[in-house]
C-alpha cells in the first residue's frame, strides 16, 4: 500500500509510557497509553498491520529508539520528526493544550499532513561504534575532571598524600580504560567505513576522532541527499529575518549535535591554518567586518560541505582542485 494511503500512528514519547493517537477502522480517533517496554509494544504491534499502518515518531534519543527499531523490525514504515517541528506546527494550528494525548494527536495530524521520509537505521557495526566513541568521550571528560581536581587539590598548603593518592590511581585507570576503548574501535569498523574515513581525513582540519563521530552521527552520510540539509541537521545554517525595512540575521539555526558543532569549531582552528578554501573564507569574513567567532562557525558550515563533497564523489579533498581544473582546461 503506498505511504499516501496508510494510516498514521502519532507517538509522544515518555520515559515509561507511550501515548498514541491513531485513526481504528471506523476512522474513529483512538488514543492508547503503552508501556514503554518490548514486551508491550510488540504486542501492540501484533495486533496491526504494516500494510495499513505507519508511525510518526517524536525524536527523544533514547527513550524512542525502542519504538523505532522494533517497528521497523516488524516491517512498518517509521519517521522521525524534531520536537521544534511539532512546536511550531501546533503554533500554526493555534493550540494551546499541553498534554501527552494531545501532542500525540499532533504528531499524528503532522505526519498525515507533511507525511515525513522514514528513517533509515544505523546499521549494527555502526551503532556499536557509535556507543563506544560515545563512552570515550564520557572517560576523557571525567579524566579531564579528575586532572583538574587533582591540581587543585596540590595547591593547598596541606595535601592529605591518601587523598592524591587516590586521585592518581583514578586517572591511571581512567588512562587504562580509554587505551582499551581506542583499541577496539579499529575492529569495528569495515572496509566501506574506512574507506569514508580515510576520505574524511583528506580534509585539512578533519582528524580522525571528528571523522568518526560524522560517520556515527549521520550512518556514513547515507542519510542525506544534499550538503544544505546536513549543515541544518548540525545546527550550522545561517538563519535570515526580513520584514519591511529591517533585514539581520539573528544567528544560526541551532537546532540538534551540539557535541558535534563543539567537535567541528576545534576543527575550524586547525582549518584557518592549513585549509586554503577555509582560510580565505575566514579572512574574506574579517574583513567585511564580522566577528571572529561568526567567522569561524562559517569555516564550520564550509568543512562540512566540504566533507559530504568528498564523500558523495569518493573523491580525497584536494587543494588547488580548482586551479588545476582551470589549467586542464
Not at 73 to 92: D, P, Y
Not at 124 to 146: A, F, G, P, S, T
Not at 170 to 197: M, N
Request: one cysteine or more; proline letters at 3%.
Amino acid at each position: 500500500m503506498s505511504n499516501l494511503l496508510k494510516k498514521v500512528i502519532g507517538v509522544d514519547v515518555g520515559s515509561k509510557f507511550l501515548t498514541l493517537s491513531f485513526l481504528d477502522d471506523e476512522k474513529g480517533e483512538q488514543v492508547l497509553n503503552l508501556p514503554n517496554n518490548e514486551r508491550s509494544i510488540l504486542s501492540f504491534l501484533s495486533k496491526i498491520s504494516p500494510s495499513d499502518y505507519c508511525f510518526v515518531i517524536e525524536a527523544t534519543g533514547n527513550y524512542s529508539s525502542r519504538l523505532l527499531h522494533l517497528s521497523i523490525g516488524k516491517g512498518f514504515e517509521s519517521s522521525l520528526i524534531n520536537c521544534m517541528s511539532v512546536k511550531h506546527f501546533a503554533r500554526m494550528k493555534n493550540i494551546i493544550t499541553k498534554t501527552d494525548a494531545e501532542d500525540a494527536k499532533l504528531i499524528r495530524n503532522y505526519g498525515e499532513m507533511f507525511r515525513p521520509e522514514f528513517y533509515i537505521p544505523k546499521t549494527q557495526d555502526i551503532e556499536y561504534l557509535d556507543q563506544e566513541i560515545k563512552l570515550l568521550n564520557d572517560l576523557e571528560e571525567e579524566k579531564r575532571r579528575y586532572a583538574v581536581k587533582l591540581k587543585a587539590l596540590r595547591f593547598h598548603s596541606v595535601v592529605n598524600p591518601s587523598t592524591e593518592k587516590h586521585y592518581e590511581k583514578r586517572l591511571k585507570q581512567l588512562e587504562k580504560e580509554i587505551k582499551e576503548v581506542e583499541a577496539r574501535l579499529p575492529q569495528l569498523q569495515d572496509e566501506e567505513f574506512t574507506e569514508t574515513k580515510n576520505l574524511l581525513q583528506s580534509v585539512s582540519g578533519i582528524g580522525e576522532k571528528t571523522s568518526l563521530q560524522l560517520m556515527t552521527a549521520t550512518s556514513g552520510f547515507k542519510n542525506f541527499h544534499s550538503s544544505k540539509s546536513l549543515v541544518k541537521y548540525f545546527g550550522l545554517a545561517p538563519r535570515i529575518y526580513q520584514s519591511g525595512k529591517k533585514s539581520y540575521s539573528p544567528g544560526k539555526c541551532r537546532t540538534s549535535k551540539t557535541y558535534i558543532r563543539s567537535i567541528l569549531y576545534v576543527c575550524s582552528w586547525t582549518a584557518i591554518k592549513h585549509n586554503q578554501k577555509c582560510k580565505e573564507l575566514y579572512l574574506r569574513l574579517l574583513e567585511k567586518g564580522k566577528a571572529k567567532k561568526l567567522a569561524l562557525i562559517a569555516v564550520c558550515n564550509k568543512l562540512l560541505r566540504i566533507c559530504f563533497s568528498v564523500v558523495k564523489n569518493k573523491t580525497p579533498f584536494q587543494q588547488d582542485f580548482q586551479n588545476k581544473l582551470k589549467i586542464s582546461t
